[in-house]
């Protein structure tokens, strides 16, 4: 046996270079030699180590496997190279460990035995991780309503879950290592594999909409296809995740269908307002057939004016895609031109120039603005330029800042009169103008140099 220790000793500085830890015990089980790493590892210095039995650096529930093994060793059995136990500290610490042993020989003798032990602490807690996400993943493709698989780069099952299962009356074993066929229909197999070979080309996660014949019927899923990629870098499988939409797209459809036959109705309410508006515009025009006054044929065309703009927004929603917004610039632009043309029905003495932003109105918006241009156009083209004096009126409308919208009406005519408050006269229009403009929330100002230039100015959502 000195001979023995003679030779493990000769090794030491091999040993002690090694950063497993190293221990070599002799017939008896008692350790002969331990590195500087078996100290770590044990927690018990080498001088402490020496002459111990190893066995009892293991639980109590690792001893007999050692001893079993050491004296089968010793009659020159073959006995498994690895063993897993557990190390017992000095500090009573437990370390998992991985032994892996050999016989130590001399002149063709077993005199002993040499372990080299691994601390496994790092990889056991990994394969607990694992195991955990393994346990939660299995529960997710057990319990989730979601259609999860992943196919191969052939397009071939390697894994469904449950609900795949449910749906289509199939195992995992079955399908395992099938083509799509085995599952679907030729042309819906045809469209999964065109999307899988999309994902596989792109390298990304796509979305798909998937339409499956089943029991009940067509049947619509979500699915998003994830490459998985194999060791050299290629995609080599791809994970499906497919949610079934079929309820959702009826929902949708209904709604849609829903949707344009209240558009329908809203067209024909604003058409058959219109029409209306239309029918007493004209019953004024028949009451003014009756009337010699000129006041009150000047007092039923002002009105036939302001039903008429009213009429215009009606009409503009009528032939608009949008039914809950007005264009303001075509709505300006039309009722200018309209305005205009009452008023000089031959020759070009005023000119008009618009100056118009794109602005979207809310019809609870509209119908009181189109009521202030009214009034002020009419106002302007009627009383800024008399005995047939010319002139150019201005219509601006545009953004201003903070969500405001000012409408702009400056004519080059002779101006109202200074000391006029128009907020006090006695003018229906006037007075229109002032009562429209406080119901939009907004402000007027007046501006008389070089004509009239009369500016309200508005939020762009009204005051709710």
Request: hydrophobic share 45%; glycine share 6%.
């Amino acid at each position: 046996m000195n001979a023995a220790i003679v030779k493990i000793e000769a090794y030491q500085s091999l040993f002690a270079s090694l950063n497993d830890a190293v221990y070599a015990v002799d017939r008896d089980g008692r350790i002969l030699f331990a590195n500087a790493a078996m100290e770590r590892l044990s927690g018990y210095a080498v001088r402490e180590l020496h002459g111990r039995p190893s066995v009892v650096l293991y639980t109590p529930a690792d001893r007999p496997v050692f001893l079993e093994r050491r004296a089968r060793a010793l009659r020159g059995e073959a006995v498994p190279p690895l063993l897993e136990a557990t190390l017992v500290r000095r500090d009573n610490r437990q370390v998992p460990v991985e032994l892996s042993m050999a016989n130590l020989m001399l002149d063709g003798q077993i005199v002993g035995r040499i372990a080299v032990v691994r601390d496994l602490t790092d990889r056991k807690r990994l394969e607990a991780a694992l195991r955990e996400h393994l346990t939660r993943l299995q529960a997710i493709l057990a319990y989730t309503t979601a259609v999860i698989y992943i196919m191969d780069a052939n397009d071939r099952f390697r894994l469904i879950n449950r609900r795949f299962a449910q749906l289509f009356g199939v195992t995992n074993d079955e399908v395992a290592g099938q083509p799509l066929e085995a599952v679907f229909a030729p042309q819906v197999a045809a469209a999964f594999r065109a999307n899988n070979h999309a994902v596989r080309e792109s390298r990304t996660p796509l979305e798909f909409e998937e339409l499956v014949l089943q029991d009940d019927g067509l049947h619509t899923y979500l699915s998003v296809k994830v490459p998985l990629y194999g060791p050299d870098g290629a995609p080599d499988a791809i994970c499906g995740i497919s949610t079934d939409i079929t309820e959702r797209k009826r929902a949708e459809a209904a709604l849609q269908a829903a949707l344009q036959a209240k558009e329908v109705l809203l067209q024909e309410v604003h058409h058959r307002i219109k029409n209306n508006l239309q029918v007493v515009s004209s019953l004024l025009d028949l009451q003014a057939d009756a009337l010699a006054d000129p006041r009150a044929l000047a007092a039923l065309e002002d009105s036939q004016r302001r039903i008429q703009a009213m009429a215009l927004i009606h009409e503009s929603l009528y032939r608009a895609d949008d039914l809950a917004h007005v264009n303001a610039a075509d709505y300006v632009r039309q009722l200018c031109t309209r305005l205009l043309q009452a008023s000089q029905p031959s020759g070009d003495r005023i000119t008009l120039t618009l100056e118009l932003e794109a602005v979207a109105l809310e019809m609870s918006i509209a119908i009181p603005c189109g009521l202030i241009l009214n009034e002020l156009l009419s106002n302007a083209l009627k009383h800024a330029f008399p005995a047939g004096r010319a002139g150019d009126v201005t219509v601006g409308l545009r953004r201003g800042p903070e969500g405001q919208v000012q409408l702009m009406v400056r004519d080059t005519g002779v101006g109202v009169p200074e000391g006029l408050d128009v907020r006090a006269t006695p003018s229906l229009g006037w007075q229109l103008v002032g009562l429209l403009t406080e119901q939009l929330g907004g402000t007027m100002a007046l501006g008389r140099r070089g004509g009239t230039t009369v500016t309200v100015t508005f939020p762009l959502t009204g005051r709710g």
